[in-house]
């Protein structure tokens, strides 16, 4: 797998962030361990379709860097597929604007879901060294779903949920995104393409999981940490 070059009828907005919230309380907590920061792989499709949603990413990624600042901050993997079986990845980064950088010297491709290469790939770092969580946003899955499902089972059993952003209301990919997502320990939330807010939102709220668990969630400013918030069991003794 080559790294990146050194030049990348949906729910309302607001149910969709809710939503994926209110899952939150059910995970175990993710805590990096001796200070580290927390290490978080944002993965996308870059395929054809994708570049609307690549360029706003591109925008709404140092978000999560803003958000984890007071947690020990944040080390963040930008991982893609593109064309006839690309798969890349940056190292681990701590600034926001390297990965921009690096973002916006990628152009998306037409192409198939590399969905399967890109949990193995995940899957290799988290054994190599824990992977906090991994967020995935996409609109397509073109691949056989139990394949990906026992991926997304070994994630779990690291320790690494998966978090599935899905773009558009598709419903087959829909439901195969809510198995990956469930079967991990993590999370679905479909978003609207036009609701860049809502993305944010779910940006900030994983970045924030990765780097400081349930109880950083607890503190995090904004209506929906605060509905969350509310809905936490009390912490095992």
């Known amino acids: 797998m080559s790294n990146l070059p050194e030049k990348p009828k949906a729910p309302p907005a607001s149910s969709a962030v809710q939503a994926f919230l209110g899952k939150v309380q059910a995970m175990p907590a993710l805590r990096p361990a001796n200070g580290r920061r927390g290490r978080l792989v944002f993965a996308m499709d870059a395929t054809a379709s994708r570049q609307p949603s690549w360029d706003r990413a591109c925008q709404l990624q140092a978000e999560m ?46 192409g198939q879901t590399q969905i399967g290469r890109m949990l193995q790939h995940v899957l290799n770092e988290t054994q190599r060294e824990r992977v906090n969580a991994l967020v995935f946003v996409g609109d397509a899955l073109e691949e056989a779903l139990d ?59 994983v970045a924030v999981f990765a780097a400081g668990g349930r109880a950083a969630l607890v503190r995090l400013p904004g209506a929906p940490a605060q509905q969350l918030a509310g809905q936490l069991p009390a912490p095992r003794g």
């Open 65 to 110: 860097f803003l958000a984890t600042r007071e947690l020990g901050g944040l080390a963040v993997q930008l991982a893609y597929y593109r064309g006839f079986r690309e798969l890349a990845a940056t190292p681990f980064l701590a600034d926001a604007a390297e990965l921009t950088r690096r973002m916006t010297g990628v152009t998306c491709l037409g």
């Open 147 to 205: 394949p990906l499902c026992h991926l997304a089972g070994q994630l779990g059993l690291h320790g690494t949920p998966v978090f599935v952003f899905h773009e558009g209301a598709e419903p087959v990919a829909a439901d195969g995104f809510r198995q990956i997502a469930k079967i991990s320990g993590g999370a679905y939330a479909p978003f609207d393409a036009g609701a860049a807010g809502a993305l944010a939102a779910l940006l900030r709220a």
